[in-house]
């Protein structure tokens, strides 16, 4: 099972160059162990013209979430019963060593503006605001590995801050085999030199995975190792997301 969450907050620092490696006998070169996470902190309300709002950081990971809505979709659709969830993703300018970064959307960022937004969809009591639109704004302030998790993790926090109706909670980290061995929540780095991975999305409480991700070649006996890393690492988020929601309803 993973380690314990550390629970902080972090300053970014960018390195000059990327590591040539991210094991050292056999020790991730941040001292985490193999099934830790990084130092994470939540927080709601951080947009206040928003109908919900969080920002998550898992130490060099940073995203800003909003939600805007329910509102009357500027599109014009024949009658549904069920709302859309929009997602959209972007990373700033400033969030990666490259700098100078186009304002258009990458197809990274529509890849995983579609990976949240798939994530997210089946949480989402869609039936609540027929024929409205609920956006889920999400952006990298500084990528750090595993964004797409961290991302969803934000926008589900986002969308329970919003009132919003859920059948439950979205968490999700990622997992990285890294020279054979399985690493929870990658950096980018560690991304960086992976030969396979995972992305899962789950509601703990439901025990339902909402959205899966996995490149690379896997056994079945390493996939499943894989598969069970992620959903406790998912279980390890939501109690830490939930912990962030009731220290806001105190604080309100």
């Known amino acids: 099972m993973p380690s314990a969450l550390v629970v902080a907050s972090s300053v970014p620092f960018f390195a000059n160059k990327q590591p040539q490696q991210v094991l050292e006998a056999g020790v991730r070169l941040d001292g985490r162990g193999y099934e830790e996470f990084r130092a994470v902190f939540l927080n709601t309300g951080a947009i ?29 659709t024949s009658f549904s019963d069920q709302g859309r969830l929009q997602c959209d993703v972007k990373l700033a300018t400033f969030a990666t060593r490259q700098r100078g970064k186009s304002f258009a959307q990458s197809a990274d960022e529509r890849d995983t503006s579609a990976t949240v937004q798939a994530a997210l ?8 605001f027929p024929k409205a639109n609920v956006d889920v704004y999400c952006l990298i302030l500084e990528s750090g590995g595993a964004d797409a998790a961290v991302a969803i993790t934000a926008a589900s926090l986002a969308i329970a801050d919003a009132g919003i109706e859920m059948y439950d909670l979205v968490s999700a980290c990622n997992v990285s085999r890294v020279g054979g061995q399985l690493l929870l929540d990658p950096t980018a780095d560690e991304s960086h030199h992976e030969d396979a991975a995972v992305l899962m999305a789950m509601m703990p409480s439901a025990n339902l995975v909402t959205q899966l991700v996995m490149t690379g070649e896997w056994s079945n006996s390493a996939s499943k190792e894989a598969l069970e890393l992620c959903m406790g690492g998912c279980a390890q988020i939501d109690s830490v997301v939930r912990q962030c929601l009731q220290q806001a309803a105190v604080s309100s």
């Open 48 to 76: 206040s013209q928003a109908s919900g709002s969080a920002y998550a950081e898992f130490n060099k990971t940073k995203v800003m979430a909003a939600v805007y809505g329910p509102r009357p979709s500027e599109r014009k």
């Open 121 to 128: 969809e089946a949480a989402v009591q869609r039936h609540t």
